[in-house]
């Protein structure tokens, strides 16, 4: 009886370690994905002081023609290979990511998050924000 309790004790010790084990790893990589929800005059602010930020602009080529912030990649995610396109970007850089009413940037965001992307900016007042302001677009 003593035995089988011992056993019992060492299982479950191994099983609670376990369970701690995934707990931290699960949370370790929460936090090294990161979204971050930012105004186009936040996000103004980080294209002027890093000129390595990505801008991933997810409208269509007409909307992306008819105006966009300098220097932004434009992937339409309503083509059928944007996903892909998105997966191939390099995941350790710094990408700032519009659209026009915060609904496909908001789903191309949850993809990379969930892609491994590190740190992943939305802007929540999208391009029409962006005009308001009037930060300089090119068209």
């Not at 930012?38 to 000129?51: E, F, H, L, T």
């Not at 939305?122 to 302001?133: H, K, L, T």
């Amino acid at each position: 009886v003593l035995t089988f309790i011992e056993t019992l004790k060492d299982g479950l010790y191994r099983m609670l370690t376990l369970v701690f084990v995934l707990l931290v790893t699960s949370f370790v990589g929460l936090q090294a994905q990161n979204k971050i929800e930012v105004n186009s005059k936040r996000a103004n602010a980080m294209i002027q002081k890093d000129s390595k930020l990505v801008m991933l602009d997810v409208r269509t080529p007409d909307e992306f023609n008819q105006g966009h912030i300098k220097g932004a990649l434009n992937i339409d995610v309503y083509q059928s290979d944007s996903i892909s396109k998105i997966d191939r970007l390099n995941k350790n850089a710094k990408y700032l990511v519009y659209c026009r009413t915060k609904n496909r940037s908001g789903y191309v965001v949850d993809h990379m998050i969930k892609g491994g992307f590190k740190n992943v900016y939305q802007m929540m007042d999208c391009f029409p924000g962006w005009v308001a302001n009037n930060f300089a677009n090119v068209k």
